[in-house]
């Protein structure tokens, strides 16, 4: 598709439970941003990627959180033992160049912990 | 410390009203990007606007108009003649300027909830 494409868009995960939450930016776009959205909230930034790079890794919460672009497209977070306060939308966005941020949304994963 | 602060939690106009979203932002950085985007009922976040911190003069595209203002640290969004498909949750964010323009990491508000009514 033209967009940025997130899989799964529901996932419910039981507490202590792996999960791992897929993106696939635009073709050819250099940077790659993953933000967490809980409910009634603004998007707060987890990590960038340019090109296969992880440049800032400053916004994941804990240890338990993890991510990967290892050939430069498609990218991937992973939270090992799931605990409720990660029960969110986990949004991905791309960018055709970067350090502009002008960035492209994908739809979201929202992510249950019960 | 960056923040974002949008006071308006939610508004609700009928049809064709204009309508104002607040925005008020903090940094100690001299150079950074103020944006708007709008989060329709899919979720997937349309960016508006970006402008930078050295451009003060106000933009205008169709119904949308935007006006910057560093002495009091705003950057507020109007739409004029307000319709239906607004309806959307609205967010305003800052990044601060690297040397290479800006680091693409957004801070956002918490967002304001227009509600556009026939």
């Known amino acids: 598709g033209a967009g940025v494409s997130q899989s799964p868009r529901y996932k419910v995960a039981k507490r202590g439970q792996d999960v791992a939450l897929r993106c696939d930016p635009i073709s050819g776009h250099v940077s790659l941003f993953w933000y967490q959205q809980a409910l009634g909230q603004g998007p707060e930034f987890l990590t960038y990627f340019q090109n296969e790079a992880q440049l800032d890794k400053s916004g994941l919460p804990s240890d338990r959180f993890f991510a990967e672009r290892p050939e430069g497209s498609v990218s991937t977070l992973k939270i090992q033992r799931t605990q409720q306060e990660d029960s969110a939308v986990y949004l991905c966005?791309?960018?055709?160049?970067?350090?502009?941020?002008?960035?492209?949304f994908g739809e979201g994963s929202r992510l249950t912990v019960l | 410390a960056q923040k974002v602060t949008q006071a308006q939690t939610e508004i609700s106009v009928v049809e064709k009203e204009d309508v104002t979203l607040d925005c008020v932002y903090e940094t100690r950085d001299t150079t950074y990007y103020l944006f708007w985007y709008k989060q329709p009922p899919s979720g997937e976040l349309v960016f508006l606007i970006r402008r930078n911190s050295f451009d003060e003069q106000n933009e205008i595209s169709g119904r949308y108009s935007w006006n910057f203002q560093k002495s009091t640290s705003s950057f507020n969004f109007t739409i004029t003649a307000s319709q239906v498909v607004d309806s959307a949750v609205y967010f305003c964010?800052?990044?601060?300027?690297?040397?290479?323009?800006?680091?693409?990491?957004?801070?956002f508000g918490q967002g304001t909830t227009l509600q556009v009514k026939p």
């Open positions: 966005a791309s960018s055709p160049r970067a350090n502009t941020g002008e960035l492209f």
């Open positions: 964010a800052l990044s601060e300027a690297s040397g290479s323009g800006n680091t693409g990491k957004l801070i």
